[in-house]
């Protein structure tokens, strides 16, 4: 199947949900959101945290009042199974690049690459990809590098919580390198840069062969379908599920739940985090956030 290949219309929905998207590989984030806009029949569709079009997995998509809902999700952890390979570099950091160089790899050891994995865990200041889409000047750093363009992006601080070796294989008679590893990592953290890194510190080099996002925030590849599967049969993870799952939940009373249906102020929750505020009948009514000694709606979806 391919990003242009057409499918059946589910049929115009009103419903407003999260569908968790297992994307093949060669599509873009925007090639998924397109058939999902013709899939639940409305143009009101989006999706939270990028994808590369040679990445797999996890995808969240928001429709009609849900997509609301994403500018949250973008910043939640995710996890990700990659294969780096050692001994070459690319432009692009992965291996949709040219490669730059060649550096054999035969003397690196596992207690070494482990050593520099550990180096590369924690809370560390990253330097993104170059061919990323962060803007420089109001242009995409991407296209600046495109046009032969040599771009330096700034460091900036990301949390890698999780960065484990599961396998370790020599190739070419040991010339390179492939290692298997799950990340778990916060927003904005970029593997390819994570690639980049073990090889600089390892001097051989280093770019990303293979991707799969696992995890987002709370939905895994246990929950996600592909998109020959949501062409056969087309459903939702609804509003109400998708918003209990990403937040604290705060239970209303009535008078409560018609406050904020009008978007009136209640008392404070009880932690500092953005909470779902859930009335009698379990309608999600707003999202909650604490401000000036009372929690406020940041968004309101429903009345009571």
């Not at 090889?199 to 592909?226: E, K, M």
């Not at 209990?244 to 009535?254: E, G, I, M, S, V």
């Not at 009136?264 to 953005?274: F, G, M, Q």
Request: with cysteine; charged share 25%; aromatic share 4%.
């Amino acid at each position: 199947m391919s990003p242009r290949s057409s499918a059946d219309q589910a049929g115009p929905t009103s419903a407003s949900g999260l569908v968790i998207v297992d994307k093949p590989a060669g599509w873009t984030s925007h090639d998924v959101v397109g058939r999902m806009r013709r899939l639940a029949g409305t143009r009101k569709v989006g999706h939270a945290g990028t994808l590369d079009p040679m990445a797999t997995g996890v995808l969240v998509v928001g429709v009609n009042k849900a997509t609301r809902l994403l500018t949250y999700i973008v910043g939640v952890d995710k996890t990700y199974e990659a294969t780096i390979r050692l001994g070459q570099s690319t432009v692009t950091d992965d291996a949709e690049g040219e490669i730059l160089e060649h550096t054999i790899a035969a003397t690196v050891t596992e207690e070494a690459v482990a050593d520099a994995v550990g180096q590369l865990t924690g809370d560390i200041m990253q330097v993104p990809s170059a061919v990323s889409a962060i803007k420089v000047a109001g242009e995409r750093s991407y296209a600046r590098v495109r046009k032969g363009e040599n771009v330096e992006l700034e460091a900036r601080p990301v949390r890698v919580g999780r960065f484990d070796i599961r396998d370790v294989r020599r190739l070419q008679g040991g010339k390179i390198i492939d290692v298997d590893v799950t990340v778990d990592c916060s927003s904005g953290t970029y593997i390819r840069a994570l690639a980049r890194d073990l090889g600089a510190a390892l001097h051989v080099g280093g770019h990303l062969t293979a991707l799969r996002r696992t995890r987002v925030g709370p939905y895994g590849l246990d929950v996600a379908r592909t998109l020959d599967e949501l062409a056969d049969e087309f459903g939702l993870l609804e509003l109400d599920a998708a918003a209990r799952a990403l937040f604290p939940n705060r239970l209303l009373t009535d008078r409560e739940a018609t406050e904020l249906s009008f978007g009136r102020r209640v008392e404070e929750n009880a932690t500092e985090d953005i909470h779902a505020a859930v009335a009698p009948s379990g309608t999600v009514v707003a999202l909650l956030k604490n401000k000036g000694g009372v929690a406020r709606p940041e968004i309101v979806f429903a009345a009571n």
